[in-house]
């Protein structure tokens, strides 16, 4: 069982930048694919970013160039940069785990485990 523990949401303006922390329990994080979701009201939920075992990232065209997935396997840890912040933005962002080493696609099926989120609202 893996257990993920969000941390650093907020309320900022516009422009603005925040860093969202996952802290996974377990043995085995390395060799996990991590990702970070996000579901805004009334909205569907969607991957922002992942990142596989060996490091490779992945980003959803919406956060290219503003957001980093980033990982420390010595901290078990991973996590999401998020720079020039839109209103858009604005939603729960989940961490989520994959035991698949190796999987960069955007199906939330595939994350076994989940984080109970972290609240981003960015105001215009």
């Known amino acids: 069982q893996v257990q993920l523990v969000e941390s650093g949401g907020g309320l900022v303006q516009a422009g603005a930048s925040l860093r969202l922390s996952c802290a996974a329990s377990g043995r085995t994080f390395s060799s996990y694919t991590m990702g970070w979701f996000r579901q805004a009201p009334a909205k569907e939920r969607e991957l922002v970013a992942s990142?596989?075992?060996?490091?490779?990232?992945n980003y959803a065209d919406s956060v290219k160039g503003r957001f980093t997935i980033s990982r420390d396997n010595a901290k078990n840890t991973v996590y999401l940069q998020m720079n020039s912040l839109k209103p858009e933005d604005t939603a729960v962002y989940y961490c989520?785990?994959?035991?698949?080493?190796?999987?960069?696609?955007?199906?939330?099926?595939?994350?076994?485990?989940w984080g109970q989120g972290t609240q981003v609202t960015v105001s215009s």
């Open positions: 990142i596989i075992s060996g490091g490779s990232p």
């Open positions: 989520a785990a994959s035991t698949m080493p190796n999987y960069t696609g955007s199906r939330s099926y595939v994350y076994a485990y």
